[in-house]
């Protein structure tokens, strides 16, 4: 399920942030589209533009570079992605749960209709599922509060976690599984990187075919 997406004014966003205004909703600045360099450029020029020693380790430039600030209720599903990612923590704290790609046949998958979240007239929301869109594969499961009687074998997965604090970095490589969670009002900036889809993504791909042909069986 997508969140719904508005414009406001940053000092709104702020006043809400800071408690100066209430709010039941939950507000997060986190658009994954290089959206420190695309809407906020007034910020750009406080930090670095890439990160040297990966892009001179990788022989490239970050595909995008993104700014992330909201509420401590803000929680990230388990997932992974496509990029090498260095997430820098500029104020406040990041909390992950890791999980490498060789935990895959021990996490769980299922199909689902994709959704967005829209807003009422009453100002509740309501979940409206995209009708003509295909179904997709996502991660069921909660990493801190895991049904092992629906997913048993969950328990063999060996999860790593690290707090990531004001002034830290964390290289979280592609395909890594993550779950994330950070204090109230915690500032980062991420770079990802794009990945190369090269024999450690064959192996991967392998892995995911294999845990997906044991479940039919």
Request: hydrophobic share 35%.
């Amino acid at each position: 399920v997508m969140p719904e997406e508005r414009q406001m004014p940053f000092m709104d966003f702020l006043d809400i942030v800071e408690k100066k205004v209430t709010s039941p909703n939950v507000f997060y600045v986190q658009k994954q589209c290089s959206n420190l360099t695309e809407e906020f450029p007034e910020l750009v020029c406080d930090v670095q533009p890439d990160i040297p020693w990966m892009s001179e380790a990788l022989g490239k430039k970050p595909d995008a570079v993104n700014f992330w600030l909201g509420e401590s209720a803000a929680v990230t599903s388990l997932h992974k992605d496509h990029y090498e990612n260095l997430y820098c923590v500029i104020s406040g704290e990041k909390h992950f749960l890791l999980h490498p790609p060789s935990d895959r046949p021990f996490i769980p998958y299922e199909l689902y209709q994709p959704a967005t979240y829209h807003v009422s007239e009453d100002g509740s929301f309501e979940i409206v599922d995209e009708k003509t869109a295909d179904k997709v594969p996502w991660i069921p499961l909660d990493p801190l509060n895991p049904d092992l009687e629906r997913y048993p074998e969950y328990a063999q997965a060996k999860s790593l976690k690290c707090t990531v604090k004001a002034g830290e970095m964390l290289y979280l490589p592609s395909l890594w599984f993550h779950h994330v969670q950070q204090s109230h009002g915690c500032i980062a900036v991420n770079y990802w990187y794009d990945m190369e889809y090269d024999l450690k993504y064959s192996y991967y791909q392998l892995l995911d075919c294999l845990t997906k042909a044991v479940k039919v069986l």
